[in-house]
C-alpha cells in the first residue's frame, strides 16, 4: 500500500520515454482513485463536504482517459482489480478504516448544521477526459473530505458496459498491483500505478513502472506527437546505484521501513553494512510480501465470475471459500488468517452522522440473507459474519458481529423479502420510488423496534409541508441518504452473492431463486440518488402516500409528526445490533407487528 517517500525519492532515477507504441498493464483502483482526486479538485470553492463527482461522471472520465491512450496508439493489455486483500493487510485496513471513521465524527463536530449546498451543474467544466486528470498535483483541502463511497464499484460497473474496455476489466483472487506485476514480468511493458511498492518488484529485463502522473503528452499541442512517461527500470535503477549485489531497491526499502529513515539514509546503510541481512528472517519475511500469494487454483470457476463482482464482495467470497481449507476453526489459527475474525467484510464508509445509529444499520437483515446463502460455498459453516462500517478507538478495532440466519429462516426471510419489494412496487408507479419505499420500509421497521421516531417520517413530512432549504442540506438529510444508499448496496450484496452460488453450486430453495430474479432489476450505481435530489424525491413520494403504503405493509398505525423526531440523539446504551436476531433485551425485542419480513394480514386488506 505504498512506502511513504520512496516513489519520490526514487522517480528521479526514472527517465521520460515515448509510450507510444508501448503496451501497458493499469492498476484499476490506483487509477479511480487519482481520477476522483482530480474530480474532487474540480469543485466549485463554495461548495459543501457532500459535494462529490456524479458516479456517472467518474465512469466517463475514466473510459476517456483510457480512450485517450488509445487514441495515442498506447495499447492497454489488462486493467487489474483487487478482489481479495491478504491477511498481512489486515492491520492497515482497520488503521485506515479508523482514521477515516475519525475523520467523520471531527465533521460532524465542527460541521453542526449539515452541508452547504452543491452549486448546479457544479462538475460542468469536466465535459471530457484529457491527460492531465492524472498529472501530479499539490495536497488540496480536497483530500481530507469524504470519498465518493461506491466510486471503485461504480467506475468497474461503467467499464463492464464498455465494447470497449469490458473485456480487459479483471477482478483478481488477490491484490491488483501483485497481478499487474505478474503480467508485466512475463510479458513485458509498462505498468501504470501511484503504488510505490511496485518499485521493489521484479518486473523482468523488458518491464517498468511509470506513476499515473507522469504520463504526459510529448507536445501538448500536438497529438502526432504521442504520450510519454518516467519509465521506472528496477535493473537500470539498481545498476545507477550500485545496489545490484546487494539486495537493489528491495534492500533500501527494507531499511527504509525497519528504521524509518530518509531514503538517502537507508540507502548508504545498504551499502555500508557488513551484516547478512540478506539472509535474516526479517529479510526474508519482507521479500515474501513481495510474491504474489495463490489463494485460490488457477483452475478454480469462481474465477471465472469474479469479474462481474464488486470488490468488497469478491473478498467476502473468497474468505467463504477458504474456509474449507482449514479444519475446525480456533481463536488462534482465525487471527493468523484473517485477523481476529473468521469471516468478515468492510463496508464502504458513507457519509452519516455518527451521532446517530450506523447507516448500515436497518438494512441488515439483507445482508444477513446474503451472508446465509453464501454458507452453500463451504462445508465449514460460520455463526457469525463480522462488519466493519466504522471503527472507534473505544471498541478495540473489533468490527461488529452479525449473527447468520440457519437455511430455514433464510429460505423464509427470501420468500418474505420478495413478497415486501413486489407489494410495494405494486403500490407505487415507478422504480426509483419503488426502492426508496423499501428504504424507508427498513427505516420504519427498524426506529419502531427500538421505539425511537423514524427519520424518514420526519424527513418525509418537512419535504411535504415546506420549501426546500436553499441554504445547505441538514444531517437528517445526509444520514437518511445513506442509509437509502446502504439499502441499495445490501440489495447488491445479496444479488451478486446469489450470482455467484447460482454460478458454483447451481442449486437453490425456489424463494431464493425468486428474490434473485427480483433483485435483477436494481439499479446501477450511477443511478442512486444523492443528498442532492433527496429533498425533492421524498416530497413526491410522500405525495403519492408512499408512507401511509409502507405503515400498510408493516401493519402498524400512520405515524405522526414528532417535534423531536429530526433531533439527533447520543447512542442508546449498548449496540442491540450486536447481538443475536433471537438474544435482544426484552425492551428492544421486535414486536411481532414489526417482525423485519412479516407483511400481516392487515396489510393485505389495505
Same mark, same amino acid.
Given at each position: 500500500?505504498?512506502?511513504?517517500?520512496?516513489?519520490?525519492?526514487?522517480?528521479?532515477?526514472?527517465?521520460?520515454?515515448?509510450?507510444?507504441?508501448?503496451?501497458?498493464?493499469?492498476?484499476?483502483?490506483?487509477?479511480?482513485?487519482?481520477?476522483?482526486?482530480?474530480?474532487?479538485?474540480?469543485?466549485?470553492? &463554495?461548495?459543501?463536504?457532500?459535494?462529490?463527482?456524479?458516479?456517472?461522471?467518474?465512469?466517463?472520465?475514466?473510459?476517456?482517459?483510457?480512450?485517450?491512450?488509445?487514441?495515442?496508439?498506447?495499447?492497454?493489455?489488462?486493467?487489474?482489480?483487487?478482489?481479495?486483500?491478504?491477511?498481512?493487510?489486515?492491520?492497515?485496513?482497520?488503521?485506515?478504516?479508523?482514521?477515516?471513521?475519525?475523520?467523520?465524527?471531527?465533521?460532524?463536530?465542527?460541521?453542526?448544521?449539515?452541508?452547504?449546498?452543491?452549486?448546479?451543474?457544479?462538475?460542468?467544466?469536466?465535459?471530457?477526459?484529457?491527460?492531465?486528470?492524472?498529472?501530479?498535483?499539490?495536497?488540496?483541502?480536497?483530500?481530507?473530505?469524504?470519498?465518493?463511497?461506491?466510486?471503485?464499484?461504480?467506475?468497474?460497473?461503467?467499464?463492464?458496459?464498455?465494447?470497449?474496455?469490458?473485456?480487459?476489466?479483471?477482478?483478481?483472487?488477490?491484490?491488483?498491483?501483485?497481478?499487474?506485476?505478474?503480467?508485466?514480468? &512475463?510479458?513485458?511493458?509498462?505498468?501504470?500505478?501511484?503504488?510505490?511498492?511496485?518499485?521493489?518488484?521484479?518486473?523482468?529485463?523488458?518491464?517498468?513502472?511509470?506513476?499515473?502522473?507522469?504520463?504526459?503528452?510529448?507536445?501538448?499541442?500536438?497529438?502526432?506527437?504521442?504520450?510519454?512517461?518516467?519509465?521506472?527500470?528496477?535493473?537500470?535503477?539498481?545498476? !545507477?546505484?550500485?545496489?545490484?549485489?546487494?539486495?537493489?531497491? @528491495?534492500?533500501?526499502?527494507?531499511?527504509?521501513?525497519?528504521?524509518?529513515?530518509?531514503?538517502?539514509?537507508?540507502?548508504?546503510?545498504?551499502?555500508?553494512?557488513?551484516?547478512?541481512?540478506?539472509?535474516?528472517?526479517?529479510?526474508?519475511?519482507?521479500?515474501?510480501?513481495?510474491?504474489?500469494?495463490?489463494?485460490?487454483?488457477?483452475?478454480?470457476?469462481?474465477?471465472?465470475?469474479?469479474?462481474?463482482?464488486?470488490?468488497?464482495?469478491?473478498?467476502?467470497?473468497?474468505?467463504?471459500?477458504?474456509?474449507?481449507?482449514?479444519?475446525?476453526?480456533?481463536?488462534?489459527?482465525?487471527?493468523?488468517?484473517?485477523?481476529?475474525?473468521?469471516?468478515?467484510?468492510?463496508?464502504?464508509?458513507?457519509?452519516?452522522?455518527?451521532?446517530?445509529? *450506523?447507516?448500515?444499520?436497518? *438494512?441488515?437483515?439483507?445482508?444477513?440473507?446474503?451472508?446465509?446463502?453464501?454458507?452453500?460455498?463451504?462445508?465449514?459453516?460460520?455463526?457469525?459474519?463480522?462488519?466493519?462500517?466504522?471503527?472507534?478507538?473505544?471498541?478495540?478495532?473489533?468490527?461488529?458481529?452479525?449473527?447468520?440466519?440457519?437455511?430455514?429462516?433464510?429460505?423464509?426471510?427470501?420468500? !418474505?423479502?420478495?413478497?415486501?419489494?413486489?407489494?410495494?412496487?405494486?403500490?407505487? @408507479?415507478?422504480?426509483?420510488?419503488?426502492?426508496?419505499?423499501?428504504?424507508?420500509? !427498513?427505516?420504519?421497521?427498524?426506529?419502531?423496534?427500538?421505539?425511537?421516531?423514524?427519520?424518514?417520517?420526519?424527513?418525509?413530512?418537512?419535504?411535504?409541508?415546506?420549501?426546500?432549504?436553499?441554504?445547505?442540506?441538514?444531517?437528517?438529510?445526509?444520514?437518511?441518504?445513506?442509509?437509502?444508499?446502504?439499502?441499495?448496496?445490501?440489495?447488491?450484496?445479496?444479488? !451478486?452473492?446469489?450470482?455467484?452460488?447460482?454460478?458454483?453450486?447451481?442449486?437453490?430453495?425456489?424463494?431464493?431463486?425468486?428474490?434473485?430474479?427480483?433483485?435483477?432489476?436494481?439499479?446501477?450505481?450511477?443511478?442512486? @440518488?444523492?443528498?442532492?435530489?433527496?429533498?425533492?424525491?421524498?416530497?413526491?413520494?410522500?405525495?403519492?402516500?408512499?408512507?401511509?403504503?409502507?405503515?400498510?405493509?408493516?401493519?402498524?398505525?400512520?405515524?405522526?409528526?414528532?417535534?423531536?423526531?429530526?433531533?439527533?440523539?447520543?447512542?442508546?446504551?449498548?449496540?442491540?445490533?450486536?447481538?443475536?436476531?433471537?438474544?435482544?433485551?426484552?425492551?428492544?425485542?421486535?414486536?411481532?407487528?414489526?417482525?423485519?419480513?412479516?407483511?400481516?394480514?392487515?396489510? *393485505?386488506?389495505?
Amino acid at each position: 500500500m505504498g512506502i511513504r517517500g520512496f516513489g519520490q525519492a526514487v522517480q528521479r532515477y526514472g527517465v521520460f520515454l515515448p509510450l507510444t507504441g508501448d503496451t501497458v498493464v493499469i492498476d484499476g483502483p490506483a487509477l479511480v482513485h487519482r481520477i476522483s482526486d482530480a474530480c474532487m479538485r474540480q469543485r466549485p470553492f &463554495e461548495s459543501g463536504f457532500v459535494c462529490h463527482p456524479p458516479y456517472s461522471l467518474l465512469g466517463r472520465m475514466v473510459i476517456g482517459w483510457l480512450d485517450e491512450l488509445k487514441n495515442h496508439n498506447v495499447t492497454v493489455r489488462r486493467i487489474y482489480f483487487d478482489g481479495y486483500l491478504p491477511p498481512s493487510k489486515w492491520d492497515v485496513r482497520r488503521e485506515r478504516l479508523l482514521a477515516q471513521s475519525l475523520n467523520m465524527k471531527a465533521l460532524v463536530s465542527s460541521e453542526h448544521a449539515g452541508s452547504p449546498r452543491t452549486p448546479d451543474n457544479a462538475f460542468g467544466d469536466l465535459r471530457r477526459a484529457d491527460m492531465n486528470l492524472t498529472r501530479q498535483a499539490s495536497r488540496s483541502s480536497t483530500d481530507k473530505l469524504p470519498k465518493p463511497p461506491f466510486m471503485v464499484p461504480a467506475v468497474l460497473e461503467a467499464l463492464r458496459n464498455s465494447l470497449e474496455w469490458r473485456d480487459l476489466v479483471i477482478v483478481v483472487p488477490g491484490e491488483a498491483d501483485m497481478f499487474c506485476a505478474q503480467d508485466v514480468r &512475463e510479458n513485458g511493458g509498462t505498468l501504470l500505478t501511484s503504488d510505490s511498492d511496485l518499485l521493489i518488484q521484479d518486473l523482468g529485463p523488458n518491464g517498468s513502472v511509470s506513476f499515473l502522473w507522469d504520463v504526459i503528452p510529448a507536445d501538448p499541442a500536438s497529438k502526432e506527437l504521442g504520450m510519454m512517461a518516467c519509465k521506472i527500470s528496477l535493473n537500470d535503477v539498481n545498476s !545507477q546505484l550500485g545496489l545490484t549485489n546487494i539486495g537493489g531497491l @528491495p534492500r533500501v526499502a527494507f531499511e527504509k521501513q525497519k528504521g524509518n529513515m530518509g531514503f538517502n539514509t537507508a540507502l548508504q546503510k545498504a551499502r555500508d553494512c557488513r551484516e547478512d541481512t540478506l539472509n535474516s528472517s526479517e529479510y526474508r519475511d519482507f521479500m515474501v510480501e513481495l510474491e504474489l500469494k495463490e489463494y485460490v487454483p488457477s483452475d478454480h470457476p469462481v474465477l471465472n465470475i469474479l469479474s462481474g463482482l464488486d470488490p468488497r464482495i469478491s473478498e467476502i467470497v473468497i474468505q467463504a471459500l477458504l474456509l474449507e481449507k482449514r479444519p475446525v476453526s480456533t481463536a488462534s489459527d482465525t487471527k493468523a488468517l484473517r485477523g481476529p475474525e473468521t469471516l468478515s467484510i468492510f463496508l464502504p464508509i458513507v457519509v452519516e452522522n455518527r451521532n446517530r445509529r *450506523s447507516a448500515w444499520t436497518a *438494512s441488515m437483515n439483507v445482508r444477513q440473507i446474503a451472508y446465509s446463502v453464501l454458507q452453500c460455498l463451504t462445508p465449514q459453516k460460520s455463526s457469525a459474519v463480522i462488519e466493519y462500517r466504522t471503527l472507534d478507538p473505544s471498541t478495540t478495532l473489533t468490527g461488529r458481529q452479525v449473527e447468520i440466519p440457519s437455511p430455514e429462516e433464510t429460505t423464509n426471510d427470501c420468500a !418474505q423479502l420478495t413478497t415486501i419489494l413486489g407489494t410495494l412496487a405494486e403500490r407505487l @408507479p415507478s422504480p426509483d420510488m419503488q426502492w426508496l419505499a423499501f428504504a424507508v420500509y !427498513q427505516d420504519v421497521e427498524w426506529s419502531t423496534s427500538e421505539q425511537r421516531p423514524p427519520l424518514s417520517a420526519a424527513l418525509i413530512y418537512e419535504a411535504t409541508s415546506q420549501p426546500e432549504d436553499t441554504e445547505g442540506y441538514s444531517w437528517d438529510l445526509i444520514h437518511f441518504t445513506a442509509q437509502f444508499q446502504a439499502c441499495l448496496y445490501s440489495l447488491r450484496i445479496g444479488k !451478486q452473492i446469489l450470482d455467484t452460488v447460482l454460478f458454483l453450486d447451481g442449486v437453490l430453495p425456489a424463494p431464493t431463486r425468486k428474490l434473485h430474479d427480483y433483485l435483477t432489476s436494481l439499479p446501477p450505481i450511477f443511478e442512486w @440518488p444523492t443528498v442532492e435530489h433527496m429533498f425533492n424525491m421524498l416530497s413526491k413520494f410522500g405525495g403519492l402516500g408512499g408512507l401511509a403504503i409502507v405503515t400498510g405493509v408493516l401493519g402498524i398505525p400512520n405515524i405522526e409528526p414528532s417535534t423531536d423526531s429530526t433531533e439527533s440523539k447520543k447512542r442508546r446504551r449498548g449496540d442491540h445490533e450486536l447481538l443475536s436476531r433471537r438474544g435482544r433485551p426484552a425492551a428492544s425485542k421486535r414486536s411481532p407487528s414489526v417482525n423485519p419480513y412479516a407483511i400481516l394480514s392487515q396489510a *393485505s386488506q389495505d
